[in-house]
């Protein structure tokens, strides 16, 4: 059977920390859906549309990499999609003590629903979304944190 896991994320924006991982993750899986998750509710800097643009530039080459995107609970999208495989990257004890009380309900809410975590290579371990984005809208210089086939120069975020 194929293996499809999902990459869930907020991606605001998608930095070469997530690039390792889902590279990383492809000789685990057959497909790996990145899905930006969609919350009404939280105000992003790059809206939906150009968050999956972005990533979707960065794996333009790689059929086994798909980009979407989805509201409500990860789980039940995982399901909807047939993945049996939930990816999460660690970087820190912080991260880890986070994705330990979301995978222990997510295996409730779902058992069939495996989360996998890879570690992040040390490079990459202080490369987060929110300091990205904080350079960006301080007008300092993000590309070397972003991956190379994005060129935030085309993109543009929301005051927030
Ligand atoms: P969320 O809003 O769900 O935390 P993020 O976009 O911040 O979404 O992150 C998505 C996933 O990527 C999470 O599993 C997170 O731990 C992981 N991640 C974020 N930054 C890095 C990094 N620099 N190295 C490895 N994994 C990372």
Redesign the pocket.
Known sequence: MKRTAVF?????PF?I??E??VRRALCLFDEIIIAV?ANALKKSYYSLETRKEMIASVFKDEPRIKVDHYEGLTVDYCRRMGAEYLL????TAA?FEFERAIAQVNRTLEPTVESVFLL?VPE?TS???TIVRDIIRSGGDASRFVPAAIDLREYRGEDL
């Not at 869930?8 to 605001?12: K, L």
């Open positions: 869930p994320g907020s991606f605001d930095t920390g997530h390792g991982i998750g999460r990257g660690l970087r991260d992040t990459h490369i987060n979304s």
